[in-house]
């Protein structure tokens, strides 16, 4: 074991010897082989080396490489050598050859020179009859070329040529067909050429030429429609006037006109000749006015720029923009149509102006509704008419409350209905248009009730407020066909004549039936029934009975200058109009055509009024008689102290009472048959006179600015009292013979009887007795007259001393009197506050 372990180390030690010596040898081998590489790749390389010298010299063996390097040229250059040894001979027999070669060259291209000489001089006409030929075939292709492009581009000019004249005669429309064939089918055969191009880009600009003249087109059209819609609607309201068989002339009358020319065609532009060459135009003369008439929109205006437009857009792909204007545009017009002139309502061709203008345009809209697909449509026209009928019913309603003429307001109604006959028949509703001619009726009642205001004005300042004087047959008849009145003792009598009533009574009479007539007419055409009219006629003429007619009668009873004769008269002219009345409501039913006697008539409250009026009348009488009275007791001039008597009554109380004997007198006067009629009245104002008399002169006892009074001013007093008396004892009026007038004096006489006779015993005795003998004089009365009797007494005393024995008696008996009435004041006072 010892033995065998140093010769196993041993062996190791030789092992790792071998190892490092062959690693030595591979690094040689690899360096070589890579010198190697390196040279082989100078050798086969054409370009740069300078990578490869690069890794020559980043090697750290750069003299093993240059040692290797010129190892191998060495050993090209023996190998060259060798090779050049071995064909140096082939190389010398080769240059012999080219230098015979180069000889026999020489000598052959000596006689190809000779012989192209010879053929250039025998060649040379035909070589240039070939040029020639060469030429003219070049020529002939060209022009085989030209042709057939001039054949292709003559189409595309000619399409071009025609295009520019349509546009130039604005045929828009063949224009736009004439330019879809040139884009389409004719520019795409010539794309080659340039001017193709330059077409193509005109095309959109020759669109957008087409498409703003055809609107030019529309906007001329917008514009003259603009201008001939009222022309439209005056035509289609004629034509609606004789359907309706109402009267044409509501429109307007007829004239000369002038036929439109025929539309030319919308698609070509052509206007259409006869065989002469002449436009299709005519001239309507005096004896052609029913030419005129059977006019429709499209004979007065040419529809076809607005046909022409529609179709062009729609080629265009741009329906949407254009229907959109045009309805626009329309919607513009329609609000100008609606637009009423200034002051419409004081001229009824302003009316008709109006109605035209908005006729003409739906007739014009129903036209184009008619004649194209969508461009308008009915929803698009009831959405119109919904809209402007609001605005026409609130026109009218504010222009027609602004007229004051009953005629005007009835030719108003007229051009209503025949706008609602002409639209209802293009299928519009006209319902609202109705319902303001119900309501324009009554307007025109209250139009005609304050017209009346000034008729009946001007009938009672005419009027001479006496009976009617008739001298023959005529005027009796002519009096009686205007007013309701028949009398056999006044028919029977001799002429000259009188009526009881005066000229206002058959006028005003007149008057209220021509207002009813007048109201009758406006109900013409509206569809009525008799008793609807009936109803309405009743109803506005009780209002122009019951407020016009009877303000005016109250006016002019109020009047001042009236006299009491005239008022009179007017209290006998509305016993007669009471009367007529009832011939006013046969009148009405008569025209209307209702039953008088039906349970839904309304009575006319004429003879209501009528009463009321005379009643007033009769008041005024009253009013006026007192009111002269006045002015004869303001010339009463008493001297209440006077100290002697006076046998002779008052001067102004004997005119007074002849004036009296004078009024009361012209009652029996009048006809023999209106005698009953003012009796009542006389009787009346006789009385009310009498009253007024009375109370008057004992105010003037009464009258607190009088502080004296003596028995003398009393018994003067007392003659003018008994003038009165005797007054109204001779019977003044008809009627009063029972002393029923006598008693409007007797609290005066009673009164100046106790204090002229001294009664004062009587008197007092029997106060308070139903059958006192003074029973009508009141103490407080007695008192004031009593203190200024005292009061002249008293101022005797200071002027006379002493007294007589009576006096003083007379003087104490007062005194005591007075103490009396006082105490019976006194008592009657305490009695009515213990009550």
Known sequence: MAEATPSKLKSEHWKRL????????????????????????????????ATTLRAVYDDDELGKFVTLLESRIKSHDREIERMCNYHYQGFIDSVRELLQVSTDAAHLRGEIDATNMGLQVSCEDLLKKGDHLIRCRRVQKNIASAIEQLTLCLPVLEMYGKLQEQMKTRRFY??????EQLEHTYLPRVSTHWFSETMAE????????IKEASMVDLKDFLENIRKHSAKIGEVAMRHAAEQNNMDPSIVKKKGRKRKAPAPPNPFTGEIETTDDGTSNVANVTDDEDDVEEELSAQDLIDFSPVYRCLHIYTVLSDREHFESYYRKQRRKQALLSLQPSPNMHESIDSYRKYFHDIIGFFVVEDHILSTTQGLVNRAYMDESWETSVSKIVAVLRTNSAQCNEGSMMLEIKKLIVLFCHTLKGYGFSVGHLLELLLELRDQYSDTLTRQWVGVFNGIFADDNYTPIYIECEAEYISVITQFPFTDEELQQSPYPKRFPFSEFVPNVY??????????????????????EIDDMIRKSTNLLLTRTLSACLSSLIKKPNLSLLQLIQISINMNYLEKSCSHLEDYISNITGAEKDSVHVARLHGTSMFKDARSEAEDYIYKKLNNKIDEFLELAAYSWGMSEPSTHPSGYLMDLIAFLQSIFMSFTNLPAMVTTVPEKVAKTACMSACKHIANSLMNFLLDNNIQQLTHYALQQFSLDVLQCEQFAASEPVPGFNDGTLQLAFVDLRQLLDLFIKDEWSTYLAEYGNPKAKYIRVKPHVAISIMEKLSNTEKKKNKVFASLKKNERDKKKLQEVVLKQLKGLVNGQTQSSNHS
């Open 174 to 179: 063949p224009a736009l067909k004439t330019l």
């Open 510 to 531: 007149n008057q209220v039936k021509e207002y009813v007539n007048a109201c009758l007419k406006f109900s013409a055409d509206l569809h009525l029934s008799h008793t």
């Open 18 to 49: 071998d190892s490092v010596q062959d690693a030595e040898s591979l690094r040689q081998e690899s360096i070589n082989a890579k010198h190697e590489h390196l040279i082989a790749e100078i050798e086969t390389s054409d370009g740069p080396l």
């Open 202 to 209: 005109a095309i959109p600009q020759l669109r957008n030429r």
